[in-house]
């Protein structure tokens, strides 16, 4: 235990001394040696990380005390670090698959100036640092700090590019709509702390059951809103696929280790809290569900590579919330864990591939690119393959996990996510047709440059494809093999607490297996349709109308939001700014200004230089003061 405790603080520190070295350094740095220091320190991480996980595993729980960070008469709050089985799971997906990003991206971005290279790697790092620092937190309060560091890191990265107005315009969107969601998360805590005096995961879940429902109610539903933004769930989702205004690498860093994870983490941290708010546990789950289908929609009309991602993203991300929202929190971090193998592979692949067609994005303008890019093909087919669920691909065990829980909840919200697993399944094949399948339809320039990515980018792919293929193995189902679900069975003492007072839906073998069965053969014909339909699509010119049009443009959400939120708040920010501001407080200040001007000008006036009118007005003002002195 002690070795634990003496270890546990590098784990962040690590990537924090990587930023300050490529931050402080990077007039002076090479591109090498910042690329070194970036990512060496994460890698460093992730073998203590390693270390950490296999200490724990025995079901032991560490809680690591730094300082005092608040100490008042009501309220201490402690800067401690909490290690225990699923910070542990989370420490390893943030800093395993957040190195091969680090290591991706010394290729990806070598085009950098070497301060520019550096600042990016500092930034990087500090991403990392600030998700470390949430999911390790042994408190709401450490949690929230790092929630924000997260929150500005995005903004740094996904504005990376600054002298791109629409980058810039993007990075703000993320910024705005995470605070948003935030807002909630900072009252939730600040509800938690009044009913519970404590911040602390360990005292506010023992002390639970002195709270009221409303109280549970509320503080989860506000805990969801902060969910809501980091995790892009309706509606504050619409900054994720806007989010891929940043370089590829930062879209793989946000999407599948970091950022968009933290929802699903904290409310699995807060599960006894959800176990004990039923109405809060719908909420979650028909959010959850809305998001994955309505996302799903979307991507199968986007015709941007990385924006079909984007969109995948959020509809996977509506399947985690699905699973906490039906008591599946097992099933919710065994999808977030596959879903960061095979994600990262997917944005890390389209980065190969934008970088070999010399950034263009549009699948309509590729196709054929198997034969120049063997392996990012075969990498980028089997992140296709894990995300639609096909057997025995990771995506396949987590998803069947959330679905068949759902079926034993609720069998109409499990048709529903079966069909939008057929979506998926759809739109990820679409997606991989186009590009790699028939023939090559861009220009003559972007042909000649076609060719595979260097080893620094095509390593990593082949690394997450492997995870991609056997990272499932950690869950398989009682059904296949007893006592094959080795995550749930690892997990356990986090969920202990629920698992206790939770009544246990349970699917029949036989019933199981139907299910398995009814969703992989949909899931794969729609599948083989979209790889019949579309392995030698020709482009026609001919826009998209009706439906598909709607789909194109993602159901004017973002129209809608601009004409009911976005123009009214500036409508009412104008009129604040031109008749509060500016006529209401300016010409109040500046009227006195001019008040105290004029009244000057004719004071001066008195000033005449003649010294009889100076006595005499001195003989005056001695009247007055006799008159004042006497009559009052």
């Known amino acids: 235990m002690r070795n634990v405790l003496h270890m546990v603080w590098l784990i962040p520190v690590l990537p924090l001394l990587g930023f300050l070295l490529n931050g402080l350094g990077r007039n002076k740095l090479s591109k090498g040696l910042s690329g070194v220091i970036g990512s060496g320190t994460v890698f460093l991480s992730f073998l203590i990380s390693v270390y950490v996980f296999f200490s724990v595993k025995g079901g032991n729980t560490y809680v690591a005390h730094y300082f005092d960070f608040i100490n008042i008469t009501s309220l201490q709050v402690g800067f401690d670090f909490q290690i225990d089985q699923l910070s542990s799971v989370f420490l ?44 390790m937190g042994a408190n709401y309060v450490i949690m929230f700090i790092g929630w924000e560091g997260v929150g500005l890191c995005s903004y740094l990265l996904i504005g990376y590019w600054f002298k791109n107005t629409n980058y810039n315009i993007a990075a703000k969107k993320a910024f705005i709509m995470n605070r948003i969601g935030d807002l909630g998360f900072l009252l939730a805590v600040f509800w938690l702390v009044a009913k519970a005096g404590s911040a602390d995961y360990h005292t506010v879940f023992a002390a639970v059951s002195k709270l009221t429902a409303t109280d549970i109610t509320g503080i989860t539903l506000l805990l969801f809103v902060g969910a809501m933004g980091k995790s892009a769930q309706i509606p504050l989702y619409t900054w994720l696929p806007d989010a891929m205004a940043g370089p590829t690498p930062v879209s793989a860093l946000i999407h599948a280790a970091t950022m968009v994870t933290a929802g699903i983490y904290m409310i699995a941290r807060s599960n006894i809290f959800y176990t004990m708010a039923p109405v809060s546990q719908t909420v979650v789950a028909v959010v959850g569900l809305a ?36 008591g599946a929190y097992t099933g919710a971090v065994f999808h977030v864990m596959t879903h960061a193998f095979f994600k990262a592979l997917l944005f890390l692949g ?33 992140a296709c393959l894990a995300i639609a669920g096909m057997p025995p691909f990771s995506g396949f065990f987590s998803k069947d996990e959330i679905l068949a829980a759902t079926y034993a909840k ?23 047709a186009m590009t790699f399948l028939g023939k090559f339809r861009g220009t003559h320039q972007q042909e000649h440059h076609l060719h595979e990515s260097p080893k620094a980018i095509t390593i990593p792919l082949i690394i997450l494809a492997i995870l991609s293929v056997v990272g499932g193995l950690v869950g398989i189902p009682e059904v296949f093999m007893h006592g094959g679900h080795r995550l749930e069975g690892f997990l356990a003492p986090v ?10 839906h349970v699917v029949g073998h036989a019933q199981e297996y139907m299910l398995m069965g009814i969703s992989v053969a949909l899931a794969l014909a729609a599948l083989v349709y979209a790889w019949t339909r579309f392995s030698k699509y020709q482009k026609t010119g001919k826009a998209e109308t009706g439906l598909g049009k709607v789909l194109e443009n993602k159901w004017y959400v973002d129209e809608l939001y601009d004409a009911i939120i976005v123009k009214p708040v500036l409508a ?9 501001e500016r006529r209401g407080i300016d010409g109040f200040v500046n009227g006195i200004g001019k008040a105290v001007n004029y009244s000057s000008r004719q004071i001066r006036l008195i000033q005449t230089g003649q010294v009889g009118t100076y006595v005499l007005l001195m003989v005056l003002g001695i009247l007055i003061l006799f008159i004042v002195q006497l009559f009052l």
């Open 92 to 135: 390893l997906i943030i800093t395993g698959v957040g190195f091969l990003i680090h290591v991706y991206s010394t290729a990806y971005m070598h085009d950098e100036e070497p301060k520019d290279f550096a600042k990016y790697f500092a930034f990087l790092n500090l991403f990392v640092f600030s998700m470390l620092l949430l999911v």
């Open 291 to 326: 998001t994955a289908i309505l996302a799903a929609t979307i991507a199968l009309k986007q015709n941007d590579i990385k924006k079909v991602l984007a969109y995948s993203t959020v509809s996977q991300l509506g399947y985690m919330f699905l699973a906490l929202g039906v």
């Open 350 to 382: 389209a980065g190969s591939v934008i970088h070999a067609m010399s950034g263009e994005q549009d699948i309509r303008n590729m196709g054929g690119l198997k034969k120049y890019m063997s392996i990012t093909h075969i990498t980028f087919l089997l």
């Open 410 to 432: 609720n069998p109409l919200l499990w048709g529903v996510g079966v069909a939008g697993a057929m979506m998926t399944a759809f739109y990820m094949f679409r997606l991989y």
């Open 495 to 504: 969920f202990a607490q629920s698992n206790a007072i939770t009544v246990k």
């Open 572 to 580: 009412i920010v104008k009129y604040f700014n031109n008749i509060v």
